[in-house]
């Protein structure tokens, strides 16, 4: 149903894997432990030009679509590692693309496909509106040739492993819009002049080992240039962005079933209880094979919002319910896993309790479950609006 080079895409997956031969679990582990980022692996993968896969070849990169994307970011996870380190510069990517303008892709893409400048941060969620974005209070005002920014956003990952930041802010008071979706703009933010002029970042401890920040801003003046688009269309450009991140979380997901799937199994197959493998009781053996199936229909849904996006057709539908799927399928996964392990699943040595806490995240950021639900009841089954 969905036409992928098949070939093509089974090479990413060798490459990838070979890449991340060299960072195993005691890598990761040990990054984790001390609470680190993955700077060796984020370099490798860099050189490796897998963070470019998506920019067009005049800008130094290989001109791939999110299929394949969406394969590189999978594989990471399946091999045991953590791409949420890495996954915002694949799909931030995607803004610039599609509505920076000539001179903005001039100007950064070379730089981010050689690795010389990193676009791994977006600012959207707000601590007193939360998933109510239209609500966000953050301002950008026009003044002369600068915009001035003033408010607050929180959860904003990456900005200390990042040169570029994505922001979104009002640009005209909700007040004064016909839509609440209308009046916000979007901002290619340069962190390190920010930092040095009105913004400031408060890190935020968590339960995973993902980087995130409260940033404050305090009359941070931003060259105009800086707009990406139009002004006041800014939210339909974050929503643009968004799918294709639902859909490159989804085959997080799917990397991060399949591990805990393969993980579960073997661990079944091995280890003896009552004189015989744990594995040979069906109640042991059938939760995997469910989590299993579920793992395999939810990839169907990732390839369709794949193929939609990488094809100009509308990915809404597809996008949301591939991460709804994909990210209640690793969830249930992980849990089977941990199970199977029983008290070793709790052993850090055993690498499931960190791909525990990190799928876990899925099922709340970058859009919480409850939401995907809202978003298909009222757009794809036309029920009332409930907010
Ligand atoms: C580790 C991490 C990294 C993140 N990185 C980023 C980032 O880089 N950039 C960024 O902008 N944001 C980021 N976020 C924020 C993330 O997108 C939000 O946490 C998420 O969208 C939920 O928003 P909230 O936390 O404000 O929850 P709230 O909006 O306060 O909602 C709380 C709960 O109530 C439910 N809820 C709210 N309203 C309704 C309703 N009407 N009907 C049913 N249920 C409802 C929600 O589903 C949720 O479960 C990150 C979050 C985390 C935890």
Known sequence: MFQHDIDAINAIREGVRGLCQNFDAAY???????????????????????????IPEEFGGSGLGLSEASVILEEVNRCGGNSGTVHGQMYNMFTLLRHGSDEQKRQFLPKIAAGELRLQSMGVTEPTTGTD??????????????????????????????????????????AEVTRKSEGMSIFLVDLEHAMANGMTVQPIANMVNHETNELFF??????????????????????????????????ECIGDGRW???????????????????????????????????VEAADLMRWRACHEYDNGLNAGASANMAKYLAAEASWKAANVCLQTHGGFGFACEYDVERKFRETRLYQVAPISTNLILSYVAEHL??????F
């Not at 001390?34 to 370099?43: C, S």
């Not at 091995?270 to 053996?285: A, D, M, S």
């Open 28 to 54: 990761w582990r040990q990054v984790d432990e001390v609470k680190g980022f993955p700077d060796d692996f984020v370099t490798a993968l860099t050189e490796a030009g897998w963070l470019a896969a998506m």
């Open 133 to 174: 974005t239209t609500k966000i209070k953050t301002t950008a005002v026009r003044k002369g040739d600068k915009y001035v920014i003033n408010g607050q956003k929180v959860w904003i990952s990456r900005i200390q492993h990042s040169d570029l930041m994505i922001l979104l802010a009002r640009t005209t008071p909700l």
């Open 218 to 251: 305090d009359n941070l003046e931003i060259p105009a240039e800086c707009l990406i688009g139009e002004e006041g269309k800014g939210f339909r450009y974050i929503l643009d962005g968004l799918n294709a991140e639902r859909t490159l979380i989804a085959a």
């Open 260 to 294: 805990f799937i393969d993980k579960a199994s073997s661990y079944a197959r091995e280890r003896e209880v009552f004189g015989r493998p744990i594995g040979k009781n069906q109640g042991v053996q059938f939760p995997i094979a469910q989590a299993h199936i579920d």
């Open 381 to 386: 089954l036309e029920l009332p609006r409930s």
